[in-house]
């Protein structure tokens, strides 16, 4: 079993700036894909940007230019730094990863999500 949590989420003025984690736990042998997602109630959820390996990364049109993607393997922990946030980046985050328990397949876990509000 493993455990997705997401932290950093909060109320940001338009034009500021959050940093999220994701922190993996449990029974892991290796992860591959982390990616960040998010969603508005009433709404589907929506890719925002993933990273396979370092150097690695893609991003929704949306964020490219002011989210940055980043993990660090050692700790099993995906980063989302966004800059110049804006009100339509409102939404809960959630973190996926695919996560090998040590056979050959990974298996998909999402975080239970955190709240990004940007406001003034």
């Known amino acids: 079993q493993v455990h997705l949590v997401e932290s950093g989420g909060g109320l940001v003025q338009p034009g500021g700036s959050l940093k999220l984690s994701c922190v993996a736990s449990g029974t892991i042998f290796s992860i591959g894909y982390m990616g960040w997602y998010r969603q508005v109630p009433g709404k589907e959820r929506e890719w925002v940007a993933d990273?396979?390996?370092?150097?690695?990364?893609s991003y929704a049109p949306s964020v490219k230019g002011r989210f940055t993607v980043s993990r660090d393997n050692a700790k099993h922990t995906a980063y989302l730094q966004m800059n110049m946030l804006q009100p339509e980046d409102t939404a809960i985050y959630y973190c996926?990863?695919?996560?090998?328990?040590?056979?050959?397949?990974?298996?998909?876990?999402w975080g239970q999500g955190t709240q990004v509000t940007v406001s003034s």
């Open positions: 996926n990863a695919a996560v090998s328990h040590g056979g050959p397949y990974r298996q998909s876990y």
């Open positions: 990273i396979i390996n370092v150097g690695s990364t």
